[in-house]
C-alpha cells in the first residue's frame, strides 16, 4: 500500500470507530466475471499481499461504484483485517457490461458470480456477503438460491421484499423516496460535485403532475428505475416479482447478522425478516438503533458487526461478545436493550380507543358521531419527519400537520409513569368515504409537557376496490371499512407527565403519492376528486391504536446507558 492509501485507511477507520489495522494489500481491477447472456460484470479484487493459498472470500455486489467512498467504507476496512474482498459493480453500472434495471437481474448474475468465483484457484470454495441498503439486496436476491449454501451473511438495512414495504408500502407509491434514489443513481457516474439545490429540486418536481417523467427535471433524463417505478404499480403487476424473496425458503439461509436504525425507511421489513429468520431456524442476530438510512451511527456498527461476524465464520475467530441475539435501542430512554426474540415475549398488547371529544381510553366509547374531515388532492396533507431515505427525517414538530382541517387529532390523558412501547404497533380505524380510492394514514406521536407533537412511528392503506375488501380490510355493514394499518415497529420510552397522541388523515404527502380519489395509475393522473372521510369510534366500531408495552426498563435485560450520538 501507498503512503496516500495508509492514511486514508487510518482516516477512514477512525471515521467508523475501529481500531487501526494495516494489512498490506493489493487491489487487482477490473477482474471480468462472464454472465450467461454473455456480458460481463466487473469488480476489484483485494488480496492480501503475499498470500499464496486459496482463502474465503467476502463478496459486496453494489450499484454505486467499486472505489472511491463505498470502497473505503466497505471493502478496504475488510482488506486492511486480512479478508479477501471481491467488490463487484452490478449489471449496467461503473464498466459493467448490460443496463440497470435496478432489483430485477441480482438473481442471476449474484448466483453467475458465485460459481465463477468458486472455480477460481484464489478462492477456496467459502464465500460469504455482506453489505448494506441496495448491496443488502443482492445477497437476499442469492443467499436462499446459493448451492453450495454461502458461509454467513449480513444484510444490513434492507429487507428480502421491497415492492410491499418499499416501493409501494401497502399500495400506497412511496414518491420521494423513488424520486430522491432516481435522481442519484441518474446521476452518479457524471462528473462533478454533487449540486446542493437537488434536495429542492426533488421538493419541486413532486409537486407536479403528470408524475411519470419529472425525473428528467432531478436527472436530466429519463432514469429507467423511475420509469418502472410508475409503470408497474398497479395490484398484480408481476413486473417486480424477481425483486421479491420473501417466499424463498428460509431454512436454506446461512448464518445472518443484520444491523437497521427505528427511522431507517427498510425497517419494517428487516423486522419481519428477523423474525421469519428465527422461525426458520436460522442463526440470526440483529442491532437496531437510533438512525436515519445511512447515518453514520449506523454505518459505524455496520463494520463493526461485520468485522466480528465475517471473523468468526470464515477464520474461526469467538462469537460476537454480546450473546444476545435481539439489541435495541430504547430511545428518549437512553439505554440498549438486551432480548431473546423479537418482538418481545414480554409485551402487552395495550388499545387506546379513539373518542369522539378527540381523546384516546382503554375503552372504547358507547356511542358517538363520526369524525369528518375531506381529502383534497390539490391540497394534500403533507408529512413532517419520518423514515427517509436522506435527511431531514426522524422526529419533527407535527403542529403544521395537526392544525389541518384534514387531520383528526386524539390524545390520551398525561402520563403518570414511563410507558416503554417495544414491538410492532398496530391500528384498526374504521371508516368510510364517499369514493372507493382513498388512503387511511395513521401516526403515533408524543406530546411532551409543552405541548410539542412529535411523531414516533406511522403506517398507510390505500383502499382500492380491486384489492377491498382483503386481508387487512373487512366490510362492517353500510359502506364502513375496519381497516388494519401496520405502524412501523420500535423501541420507545413516552416519559411520565407526556401524552400519547394519534392522527388519523388521508394522506401524507410527498412522502407517498397523493391519493387523486380514482383509478388512474398514479404517474399518469392529472385530475383528482376531493373525498369525504367518516371515521367512527364507537361500540360497535372501535377504532384504536394497539401499543406494545414493555415493562419497565432497569432489569437484567438491560445495557449500560450510552449516548446516541456515539451508537
Request: hydrophobic fraction near 40%; proline fraction near 9%.
Amino acid at each position: 500500500m501507498t503512503m496516500l492509501s495508509r492514511v486514508a485507511g487510518a482516516a477512514a477507520d477512525r471515521a467508523l470507530g475501529l481500531p487501526t489495522s494495516a494489512v498490506a494489500y493489493e487491489i487487482r481491477k477490473d477482474v471480468a466475471v462472464p454472465m450467461p447472456d454473455g456480458i460481463s460484470l466487473l469488480a476489484n479484487h483485494y488480496v492480501p499481499v503475499g498470500q499464496e493459498k486459496p482463502l474465503p472470500v467476502v463478496l459486496i455486489r453494489v450499484p454505486y461504484g467499486r472505489s472511491g467512498l463505498y470502497a473505503q467504507m466497505f471493502a478496504a476496512p475488510l482488506a486492511r483485517r486480512g479478508f479477501q474482498v471481491f467488490m463487484q459493480a452490478t449489471r449496467g453500472t461503473f464498466g459493467s457490461g448490460g443496463q440497470f434495471r435496478p432489483f430485477t437481474t441480482e438473481r442471476e448474475d449474484g448466483l453467475a458470480t458465485l460459481a465463477w468465483l468458486r472455480e477460481q484457484p484464489w478462492c477456496d470454495g467459502r464465500i460469504a456477503m455482506t453489505g448494506g441498503s441496495y448491496f443488502g439486496h443482492t445477497q437476499w436476491a442469492v443467499a436462499p438460491y446459493a448451492d453450495p449454501p454461502l458461509v454467513c451473511v449480513s444484510p444490513h438495512i434492507t429487507s428480502s421484499e421491497v415492492t410491499g414495504t418499499l416501493f409501494y408500502n401497502h399500495g400506497a407509491p412511496q414518491i420521494h423516496t423513488g424520486l430522491t434514489w432516481s435522481s442519484s443513481i441518474g446521476r452518479q457516474e457524471r462528473s462533478g460535485l454533487p449540486d446542493p439545490r437537488l434536495r429542492g429540486r426533488v421538493h419541486a418536481a413532486l409537486q407536479r403532475l403528470p408524475l411519470q417523467a419529472v425525473d428528467v427535471a432531478v436527472a436530466g433524463a429519463p432514469v429507467p428505475f423511475w420509469r418502472d417505478f410508475v409503470a408497474h404499480s398497479e395490484p398484480g403487476d408481476e413486473f417486480w416479482s424477481e425483486a421479491n424473496h420473501n417466499d424463498a425458503d428460509f431454512s436454506r439461509m446461512p448464518p445472518v447478522s443484520m444491523v437497521t436504525g427505528w427511522w431507517d425507511l427498510f425497517l419494517a421489513g428487516t423486522m419481519t425478516d428477523y423474525t421469519a429468520l428465527r422461525a426458520a431456524g436460522v442463526p440470526a442476530r440483529i442491532v437496531v438503533g437510533p438512525w436515519l438510512h445511512g447515518e453514520p451511527g449506523e454505518l459505524r456498527m455496520v463494520a463493526k458487526t461485520d468485522l466480528a461476524w465475517l471473523d468468526h465464520h470464515l477464520r474461526g475467530g469467538p462469537p460476537p461478545e454480546d450473546a444476545a441475539p435481539v439489541r435495541v435501542f430504547l430511545q428518549q430512554a437512553n439505554r440498549w436493550l438486551a432480548l431473546g426474540e423479537w418482538p418481545p415475549a414480554a409485551t402487552r398488547a395495550q388499545p387506546f380507543h379513539l373518542r369522539g371529544d378527540g381523546g384516546l381510553t382503554a375503552e372504547p366509547e358507547a356511542s358517538a358521531a363520526p369524525g369528518t374531515f375531506t381529502y383534497d388532492p390539490v391540497d394534500p396533507t403533507p408529512t413532517v419527519g419520518g423514515p427517509l431515505l436522506q435527511p431531514p427525517g426522524k422526529q419533527a414538530d407535527n403542529a403544521v400537520v395537526e392544525q389541518r382541517a384534514d387531520v383528526l387529532v386524539f390524545t390520551g390523558p398525561a402520563l403518570t409513569a414511563d410507558l416503554d412501547l417495544v414491538g410492532q404497533v398496530k391500528a384498526q380505524i374504521y371508516v368510510r368515504t364517499e369514493l372507493p380510492h382513498a388512503d387511511v394514514f395513521v401516526r403515533l406521536c408524543d406530546v411532551d409537557p409543552k405541548g410539542v407533537s412529535r411523531n414516533i412511528v406511522d403506517g398507510i392503506r390505500r383502499l382500492d376496490p380491486r384489492t377491498v375488501p382483503g386481508d387487512d380490510v373487512t366490510e362492517v355493514a353500510d359502506g364502513v371499512l375496519a381497516v388494519d394499518v401496520e405502524l412501523f415497529p420500535t423501541a420507545y420510552r413516552v416519559g411520565a407527565g407526556h401524552r400519547v397522541r394519534v392522527q388519523v388523515s388521508g394522506g401524507a404527502f410527498p412522502r407517498y403519492a397523493r391519493n387523486m380519489g380514482t383509478a388512474e395509475p398514479f404517474g399518469t393522473a392529472t385530475q383528482g376528486r376531493t373525498n369525504r372521510f367518516e371515521v367512527f369510534h364507537d361500540a360497535d366500531h372501535p377504532s384504536r391504536v394497539v401499543l406494545p408495552v414493555f415493562p419497565a426498563a432497569g432489569g437484567s435485560d438491560v445495557g449500560k446507558p450510552v449516548s446516541q450520538s456515539s451508537s
